[in-house]
């Protein structure tokens, strides 16, 4: 059974750094493509990063460019985002979710199969 | 990177069918056939509904579909259940290797 579980959230003031995690098992790990989806407090999904199963390519949202890095450990089985600069507006629920199956240096598949439960992020004074 | 647009809300009986629409662009969902469909309970992660625009994953009932046409996708839901009121949100990939996702609809079962 395929486990996505994140940790590593909570309270941090505006200009602050946090980094969540995403512990995957039930799968093998270094062989998919890997995101972040956030979702502020009663407002839809929104795609922050990816990064593909040898982390040879990664891609982010505009709202997180340059703030914000994606980065995996597959010895690990670990998903990591490292969030700097943070925000009132980066407050929300983070989800790790599994993108496409990767092969020869291609992924196949742009959508999320698996999600974990999430881990609860406020940036506040 | 705009989001793509749904209705907020969409309504139906017990044992009805209802659609809901996603449109975007011609850099998303009208480029790729990468469009995604997600329902989420309250309190609860997303879950996969259809992706690449018709495809059901394992588990997910034959009562929901998806399509196409031009710049907008579509979700349908046949024979209504009181468990299908949940948000739902479309994704789809960008020709700039990205993600966009709708601004969700929400499902009354009435």
């Known amino acids: 059974e395929v486990q996505l579980v994140e940790s590593g959230g909570g309270l941090v003031k505006p200009g602050g750094s946090l980094r969540v995690s995403c512990a995957a098992s039930?799968?093998?790990?270094?062989?998919?493509?890997m995101n972040w989806v956030r979702q502020a407090p009663g407002k839809g999904l929104e795609w922050v990063s990816s990064i593909t199963s040898a982390g040879t390519y990664i891609y982010y949202a505009d709202s997180v460019k340059g703030r914000f890095t994606i980065s995996r450990d597959n010895a690990k089985n670990s998903l990591y985002l490292q969030m700097n600069s943070l925000r009132a507006e980066d407050t929300a629920v983070y989800y790790c979710?599994?993108?496409?199956?990767?092969?020869?240096?291609?992924?196949?598949?742009?959508?999320?199969?698996?999600w974990g439960q999430g881990t609860r992020v406020t940036v506040s004074s | 990177q705009s989001a793509l647009t749904q209705p907020a809300s969409v309504s139906g009986s017990p044992g009805q069918s209802i659609t809901i629409s996603c449109t975007g662009t011609?850099?998303?969902?009208?480029?790729?056939?990468?469009v995604s469909w997600y329902q989420q309970h309250p309190g609860k992660a997303p879950e996969l509904m259809i992706y690449?625009?018709?495809n059901r994953p394992s588990g997910v009932s034959n009562r929901f579909s998806g399509s196409k046409s031009g710049n907008t996708a579509s979700l349908a839901i046949s024979g209504l259940q009181a468990d299908d009121e949940a948000d739902y949100y479309c994704?789809?990939?960008?020709?700039?290797?990205?993600?966009?996702f709708g601004g969700g609809t929400k499902l009354t079962v009435l």
């Open positions: 979710a599994r993108g496409g199956y990767c092969s020869g240096g291609r992924c196949y598949g742009e959508h999320f199969d698996n």
């Open positions: 994704s789809s990939f960008t020709t700039s290797s990205t993600v966009v």
């Open positions: 690449d625009v018709t």
């Open positions: 039930g799968f093998t790990f270094s062989s998919y493509s």
């Open positions: 011609s850099s998303d969902v009208g480029y790729y056939d990468f």
